[in-house]
């Protein structure tokens, strides 16, 4: 077996499989006080694995240096600006982890009963209450773990009243400017994606939309600000065009981290919409652990919501499953509750004005950016940015690789799909002044550098642990399996 000699720990690191030695193992249990049984009598020899072919055998320090040592390779928002546009990768501020951390909500299980739990329900509810307050709907359901689940709910909310009306319909209109994740969903949903074309400002456009919406069409799927970080001017209009035609106006609130506290959605004309608690609400998201995608509805949607609901009686709160129209269950539980707390701390922490002030400083450091790099950059819509910037260069996924070189995180490569070459870039309300003037000046100077040492750009990053990889090799040739020493 060839092992690999670990250099220095900051330098090279072997596989777990490759520092293995037979017999090392990371516990010592006392000898048995109780006489022993052969697992296979008592389990079945169909559920006793007699050997898991190489599985790696090392102490529990070996263990934890070996992660320990990875983790450091890691880049985080805790080690600086993470402009990953779209993402929102903001800071994760330490009280909603020191509140998730209480030790009743930390102990607290979803099979408790709901006499024991009130405190939780209580938590849930009023998670809820400000919800509705920040979007204007009416009701939400905090169940779908991510985006694009509270997406797909909201599209089977969709079917579901239309059901109901008579008539589910079979097509859903998505802007091309909307997330991927859009057309994604209105597929998985059974109904038929119509894409339209944004308007030379990148947003949508009145006329063509005025001329397609029919009696056949379910709803329309507007993300808003849309992924060219653009607010969605004609949004009220287009809502009205829908409604007259008996067509609902479904909003991706993933942003609302550009919105929150300025503008709320039910005002002007969307019916329902989900929010992305892991971006806009400072959850920690990207491998950090689990999402949320609560979904905000108007009242007519209310019978249709996800079981259970919460129920409020004289003997406190309770879960609700007698709704007879309701699209089931979307999810286990109620939701992933430790992030539901952490979001609740995170909009108490700030308060209304607080928020509103998060919003503006978001809007402020993308607009700073934009202002600094408009000069280097190709901007390919006119329309002015909310919380991100979107610029359009032949050598994105160069730039972006040269970045890392400058010590920052890559921005979003080549999405949105309808700029050639984007480089998105949303800095987010965390950053000082002072970070996003060196975020600028990296750009600026890897500008210089494509015009007078092209190479460079185009072979970095140069002062990372990997090199530039083979992309088409990595992509037409993946090695996906471990194949031993
Ligand atoms: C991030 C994002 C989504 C998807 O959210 P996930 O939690 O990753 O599923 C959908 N729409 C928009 C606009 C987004 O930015």
């Avoid at 991510?146 to 059901?163: C, N, P, Q, S």
């Avoid at 507007?222 to 004609?234: A, K």
Wanted: proline share 7%; charged share 20%.
């Amino acid at each position: 077996m060839i092992k690999k000699v670990r250099q220095h720990p900051s330098q090279n690191e072997a596989l777990l499989f490759e520092t293995s030695s037979p017999g090392k193992v990371g516990y010592q249990l006392p000898a048995l006080d109780v006489p022993g049984v052969d697992p296979v009598d008592v389990l079945g020899a169909q559920h006793v694995r007699a050997e898991i072919e190489n599985f790696p055998e090392v102490s529990e320090v070996d263990v934890m240096r070996h992660f320990t040592r990875l983790s450091t390779w890691n880049y985080a928002i805790d080690l600086g600006l993470y402009p990953l546009g779209s993402c929102t990768m903001k800071y994760n501020p330490r009280v909603n982890e020191a509140v998730a951390r209480t030790e009743g909500l930390m102990w607290i299980h979803p099979y408790q009963p709901e006499a024991l739990a009130q405190g939780a329900l209580a938590i849930l509810a009023e998670l809820e209450r400000v919800l509705i307050d920040i979007t204007g709907m009416d009701a939400v359901t905090l169940q779908p773990a991510a985006g694009a689940h509270g997406e797909l709910t909201g599209i089977l909310l969709v079917r579901a009243l239309l059901e109901a009306r008579g008539n589910p319909r079979r097509k859903v209109i998505v802007p091309d400017s909307a997330h991927g994740t859009n057309p994604s969903t209105v597929h998985t949903a059974g109904y038929e994606v119509v894409n339209v074309a944004s308007n030379h400002h990148g947003m949508l456009d009145v006329a063509a939309l005025e001329g397609m919406v029919d009696e056949d069409v379910a709803a329309i799927m507007i993300t808003n600000p849309n992924t060219l970080g653009v607010f969605e001017e004609n949004i009220a209009r287009v809502a009205e065009i829908f409604h007259a035609k008996g067509a609902l106006v479904y909003m991706d609130g993933a942003n609302m981290n550009a919105l929150a506290g300025i503008s709320r959605p039910g005002d002007y004309g969307v019916d329902l919409m989900h929010l992305n608690l892991h971006k806009t609400f400072s959850t920690p998201h990207g491998g950090g652990g689990p999402g949320s995608g609560p979904v905000a509805v108007k009242e007519q949607f209310e019978p249709f919501l996800p079981l259970p609901r919460l129920r409020r009686a004289t003997a406190g709160w309770s879960w609700d499953y007698d709704r007879p129209k309701s699209i089931g269950r979307v999810r286990a539980f109620y939701g992933n509750f430790g992030v539901l707390v952490r979001a609740l701390a995170y909009i108490m922490a700030h308060g209304g004005e607080g928020l509103k002030r998060a919003t503006q400083d978001a809007l402020l450091n993308a607009n700073y950016l934009r202002k600094l790099l408009e000069p280097h950059y190709k901007i390919p819509y006119d329309a002015p940015s909310m919380h991100e910037c979107v610029f359009s260069n032949p050598s994105t996924g160069a730039i972006a690789k040269r970045l890392i070189d400058y010590g920052f995180h890559p921005y979003t490569v080549s999405f949105p799909l309808i700029v050639h070459g984007a480089m998105m870039i949303e800095p987010t309300e965390t950053e000082s002044k002072q970070e996003l003037d060196l975020f600028a000046e990296a750009l600026i100077s890897i500008a210089k550098e494509c015009d007078e040492n092209p190479d460079l750009v185009l072979k970095a990053p140069h002062s990372t642990r990997t090199a530039k990889v083979d992309e088409v090799a990595a992509a037409r040739k993946p090695i996906l399996k471990w194949r031993g020493p």
